[in-house]
């Protein structure tokens, strides 16, 4: 059985997490690697209805208007009933999943409200609770947190479409650059509190090439699978 099952890719929106997942199982998959690759929110199921609805702005415009404990429920329901109805038995039987997103984009978009740090812990306490003991999905074996600074986040976010929409037109996260900062910040924050595997995707002042990145991301995670 794999000693790593569970793989995460995250970052702030626009630091290429679904390009660097996509690639990671491709090269995986060559391997011989026994994989599933999901990427969350999952816009098409029904299990993502009260996110997309959040997300659209139907809650609130500003992302602050909604409790940061309210709106993880919604992310929340949908990584269980991924779960439940595609990963369950397939992860249990040993094989490798691959998640763009996890539970730890709720710690950091919604942790990333909460600007007093205890009451943020207190907040990662309870979402740890409710994710991994109430609804029993797995824990990370690893995650790997791409560094990419903000300012390059924004100038991808402006050139793609909106996927609950498929338009120019924003999600509220998207829409909010002070949102997008204090994520940020609470990214940087979370990846030593838990200890992710930090990526930077800079260099020299200039961003690594797609190619670069994934090789880095391959060489730690089978250094990390061979331990």
Known sequence: MNKVKLIVIEGLDGSGKETQSRLLYERL???????????????????????KMYLRGDFGENPDEVSPYISSTFFAADRYASYKTELEDFYQE???VLADRYTTSNMVHQGGKIRDSEERNRYLEWLWDLEYRIYGIPIPDLVFFLD???KYSLERIKER?????????????????THLRNSYVTAKLLSEKYRWIKIDCLTNGCLKSI??????ILDILHEKMIK
């Open 148 to 150: 990419v600074p903000l």
């Open 161 to 177: 479409k909106n996927k609950i929409t498929d338009s120019d037109e924003k999600d509220i996260h998207e829409n909010s650059e």
């Open 211 to 216: 190619e670069n990145i994934n090789e880095e």
């Open 94 to 96: 040993g094989g490798l």
């Open 29 to 51: 998959q060559t391997e011989g690697k026994k994989i599933k690759r999901i990427s969350y929110p999952r816009y098409e199921m029904e299990s993502s209805t009260l996110v």
